[in-house]
């Protein structure tokens, strides 16, 4: 199954359910809607506004407010933060249906994998983990877009347990979201996410808390702003990141306190030659990287 | 005098000399070459690329080859590197008139005018110390823009020393370029950047550094390449940042290196509320932060 020729059949995915619908949720439900290529769409939210939202935008064909009306769904989508993953998994499993596929969107994949080794998930070879590489600045339903996913990286999860066909149903899904899919282990994406978007965001936290205090914000300049645009994302989603992918985001946070130190060391001690190859190995970093 | 009148007035600054043809000082000359408000604008730049850009975009009406050609300036706006700028100001002082008012843009204050106080510059009184908090990604003349300042802060550091007169001519200035002006003391002005835009630059270094070997770099999103994107800046512009400004530069990575411990003492121990205050407490604010 390659991703041009998938891209351009037709591909139904029957009835799709959407677990959450936030921004991920209600995105994948509008491009899902806007090309047609599921029967029906529906959802599920604990939130009375999100279910509003979703059925006014078109995001989904009906909503419900409990998960068990979801039952039929030959897709079932989890968009749901990282701490309310497993719960939700279990509660599933109790409503779907026999063949159901079931994948997820969340920011951390390694504890899940863990924990689905010891429970006995009915549709546990049928589970595909997945994480869009997409915007997720903790708003709502309310700023969802078809496109959200264009071109953007999905990650998918499979590990040795999991079914062929339902990787491949779920490879194909992310196609039609406009996504371009990258398989790798729990722990790969775990170690990445950790290095290239946990740090990042811990560091904007930290920078925009020095910066309150400071008398005269106008001396900010571009840089500033760019370093700090994501310290406003959602706390509780980002505080459940932190707690779920402790070990890789602490070995992050290890990596560069190290690289922080050394930096000091150089510049208390005016190594002026050791401060020039340290910003040169960033430009050269930054020159090569191709994302 | 009020930045409202300066800007409608037809304030003319007699010959202006610019010394550095580069990002900053070429869209000096092009923003009073555009707006009429010097009878001449000459430069001088050791690089012939530089000069070349700078007379071909109209940024100069001449430039030369050594700084002696700029001694008729009325004001004299050094636009050099911050290591340059001590050697420079002394070979100026050599050659510019009697009456020439100086400025810099040099994003550290503090060092030139402690050196300030023991050297017998002529011109001493009438340096006004300035930086402006526009773009500077390390590129030349050739990207230079007659808006470049537009509504950015642009940072003076008069002294109990300065010239009244040669302060307000060099505010005047700032506001024709576009800028609002900003009044701090040396002291100031270097723990602010330090902690806006020098931290910052370090950040985006190290993080670039970090992702370079990383196997997957598609798992990256929007923020690491906001985070990231000053990390490919001049390496000689910023060795001299960090060398010049070492003492607050120092205090802001120690600041920085305390809350990044305290944050990994968080994630090691689980402590999920301690977290949560946390980005609780950047998102407020990053919602406070008015730029």
């Not at 595909?128 to 999905?154: Q, Y």
């Not at 406003?232 to 992050?252: C, K, M, Q, Y």
């Amino acid at each position: 199954m390659s991703g041009g020729t998938v891209c351009v059949r037709r591909v139904s995915y029957g009835t799709v359910g959407i677990v959450g619908l936030g921004l991920i949720g209600a995105s994948i439900g509008l491009r899902l809607r806007g090309v047609g290529a599921a029967k029906r769409v529906i959802g599920f939210d604990v939130s009375p506004s999100a279910r509003a939202d979703a059925v006014r935008m078109g995001a989904v064909d009906a909503s419900y407010e409990t998960l068990n009306h979801l039952g039929d769904a030959d897709i079932l989508v989890l968009a749901v933060p990282p701490d309310a993953l497993i719960p939700c998994l279990i509660e599933a499993d109790v409503f779907c249906k026999v063949n159901s596929i079931v994948t997820d969107t969340s920011s951390v994949k390694g504890y899940v994998l863990e924990w689905l080794k010891t429970y006995p998930l009915r549709f546990g070879p049928r589970f595909v983990g997945g994480h869009p590489m997409a915007g997720n600045e903790g708003r709502g339903a309310a700023d969802a877009k078809a496109d959200l996913f264009e071109g953007r990286s999905w990650v998918l999860t499979p590990t040795q347990a999991t079914d062929k066909s339902a990787y491949e149903a779920v490879h194909s899904l992310v196609l039609t979201l406009g996504a371009k899919p990258l398989t790798l282990t729990p722990e790969e994406h775990d170690r990445h996410a950790a290095i290239l978007s946990h740090l990042p965001h811990a560091i904007a936290a930290i920078l925009a808390q020095m910066g309150a205090n400071l008398v005269h914000p106008e001396v900010a300049g571009a840089s500033w702003n760019d370093l700090t645009r994501v310290a406003g994302s959602n706390p509780d989603l980002w505080a459940n990141i932190f707690t779920t992918n402790r070990h890789e985001v602490a070995s992050a946070l290890e990596d560069f306190e190290f690289m922080l130190s050394e930096l000091k060391k150089a510049v208390d001690a005016e190594q002026h030659q050791t401060l020039l190859e340290f910003f040169q190995a960033a430009a050269r970093a930054k020159t090569a990287w191709r994302n």
